[in-house]
């Protein structure tokens, strides 16, 4: 396994060189024109520069606040809506249409409104994202807390598990693998819509950096490059923070335990149901409600951190590109399309 | 929706379809080179990632200095944003294959490039569809921020225009316009979907019922 690894990382790194040795090479050729397109060295250079000062952590930090900001407020909200409308089914049905015109309307479209509103502000920034983030994954959340397996649903049912307890231990186990999918998305829209909002709203941070070294002309070129590589990097390091976090919070699901089992024929997330062990307590001797011993529990052991890390290599890229409409259906309304739920 | 803005309606529409067009079959297209060539995938995958990841959107200043203002830095900057999700989801569906359906091919004397039709492409056409639904999307937004930051014409310059002379009234429709491209967009693509993919839905189904 090593062997093979190091050998696919060489020629990875030889690609990288091979890549950054073209764009030098065109540069000092001529065949780019240096005031249209800076060399790789002026580039790395300028973004050495920036890395050096405060400048660039000022806009990385800057661009993360509205991010987090957004993402937070709009994940509370969308969970907490979410599981409301999921867990009935009159209200699912009289709000998912409104819900999935507001989902397609562009976020970009959003944007004057934002800025007349608030101006370019912090407040502007987490507004949109926040906005950009709730429909999809309200939506997701709907999905997610309408899949429950009926065999689960009927199990709580007859061991008379409910209110918060049947929330909390069969719901959202059960609902979390779909909000996993709607996070990861929200993750990488809250950067974009972001970073649109400075670069075009003109709020401050990356994005903002982008359109004032491009405006300052071609002398600031290499700096304007130089930030939209850090955007892509932050694109990279937030993505692969938030894969570590669902593989170890989702360890237990199908589609983390079979995404490691990698192969020529890697099997796709299938939804056959969680597996729940359901541990009713030896002799059952204690009088009382039925099934008042029984303890629902979802168990796998843990991997630790660093084999996650190491496992990251190759899953990492699927697990970003699968889609959650196609991957996930509404639930419940049509028979018979449980079963097949996150099968591509 | 008087004259002027039905004008600006279709010059918005002819980018964004070029742009997606090109996408498309591109997308498509190196999908399934890399999907043969294992080395070369194992090679470039992180940086198609880092590509996949980067917010499109910074590249409209790139894109402006290289290609000034007009049709072709529209098209491109359209069609390399909404490039990768087809890319990636066509080249993830192809390595999904079940390895049996190939050798079955194999042994019943299919040509290589006749498996690639017959087997491979039917069978990641479900996830390739999802990506290209992924890059409508991304299509969509490029489209209007690359308008908006440096255009002459577009419902993004319309917008934007309106916003900057406090002419609400006209940025609200411009919005309402979006949205409405948006829906439509989204609708029809669902449509399209519904009868290319049938095959698939219908079997899906039958298996749910079993």
């Known amino acids: ?344 | 929706v008087t004259g002027p803005a039905r004008a600006e309606l279709s010059s918005s529409l002819e980018h964004l379809l070029a742009g997606y067009a090109i996408a498309s079959v591109v997308g498509i297209g190196i999908g399934a080179l890399l999907w043969s060539l294992r080395y070369l995938r194992d090679a470039t995958s992180p940086y198609l990632y880092f590509l996949y990841v980067l917010p499109a959107p910074v590249l409209v200043p790139a894109a402006l200095t290289l290609f000034g203002i007009g049709f072709t830095m529209k098209v491109v900057l359209i069609a390399f944003a909404a490039l990768w999700p087809t890319l990636l989801n066509t080249l993830d569906g192809m390595r999904g294959v079940d390895q049996v359906k190939l050798d079955t091919s194999r042994v019943l004397g299919v040509s290589p490039l006749g498996s690639v039709f017959r087997v491979v492409l039917p069978a990641a056409a479900p996830q390739i569809v999802a990506g290209l639904r992924n890059s409508l999307q991304v299509a969509i937004i490029l489209m209007v921020v690359s308008e908006w930051e440096a255009s002459t014409d577009g419902i993004g310059y319309y917008i934007v225009n309106a916003q900057q002379s406090f002419d609400y009234v006209g940025m609200w429709s411009g919005i309402i316009v979006l949205a409405i491209i948006g829906t439509v967009a989204n609708l029809l693509f669902v449509i399209a979907e519904n009868r290319v993919l049938h095959w698939h839905y219908g079997a899906r189904a039958a298996e749910g019922t079993r």
């Open chain 1, 1 to 344: 396994v090593l062997g093979r690894y190091t050998h696919v990382y060489g020629l990875r790194l030889a690609v990288l060189a091979a890549a950054l040795g073209l764009w030098q090479g065109l540069s000092a050729a001529g065949v780019i024109r240096s005031d249209e397109f800076p060399s790789m060295s002026q580039t790395a250079a300028a973004l050495w520069g920036q890395a050096s000062g405060s400048s660039l952590w000022g806009a990385v930090g800057e661009t993360l606040e509205g991010w987090a900001l957004g993402l937070l407020i709009g994940v509370a909200a969308a969970l907490l809506i979410g599981t409301l409308i999921g867990m009935n089914g009159f209200a699912y049905r009289s709000v998912i249409g409104v819900i999935e015109f507001f989902k397609a309307i562009p976020v970009i479209a959003i944007l004057p409104i934002g800025l007349v509103l608030w101006g370019a502000t912090l407040t502007m920034k987490f507004a949109l994202v926040a906005f950009a983030v709730f429909w999809p994954l309200v939506i997701q959340v709907c999905y997610g807390v309408r899949s429950l397996d009926p065999v689960a649903a009927d199990t709580t049912t007859v061991l008379q598990v409910r209110g918060a307890r049947k929330f909390l231990t069969v719901i959202l186990p059960s609902a979390a693998p779909f909000i996993a999918t709607g996070l990861r998305v929200a993750v990488a829209v809250a950067l974009i819509v972001d970073i649109i909002a400075e670069l075009i709203g003109g709020g401050t941070g990356v994005g903002e950096r982008i359109l004032v070294a491009e405006n300052a002309g071609p002398s600031a070129y290499p700096v304007m490059y130089a930030y939209i590589v850090v955007a892509g990097i932050l694109g990279v390091l937030l993505a692969g923070a938030f894969t570590v976090a669902e593989r170890y919070a989702l360890h237990w699901h199908e589609s983390q335990r079979s995404a490691k089992t990698e192969g020529q024929n890697r099997d796709y997330p299938e939804r056959e149901g969680l597996t729940l062990v359901v541990q009713l307590s030896p002799g059952g001797t204690t009088p009382g409600r039925a099934g008042s011993h029984a303890r629902l529990a979802i168990r796998r052991p843990v991997p630790p951190l660093v084999v996650l890390v190491g496992r990251l290599e190759e899953p990492v890229l699927p697990a970003a590109v699968v889609d959650p409409e196609v991957a996930m259906d509404p639930v419940g309304d049509r028979p018979g399309s449980r079963r097949a739920l996150l099968v591509p």
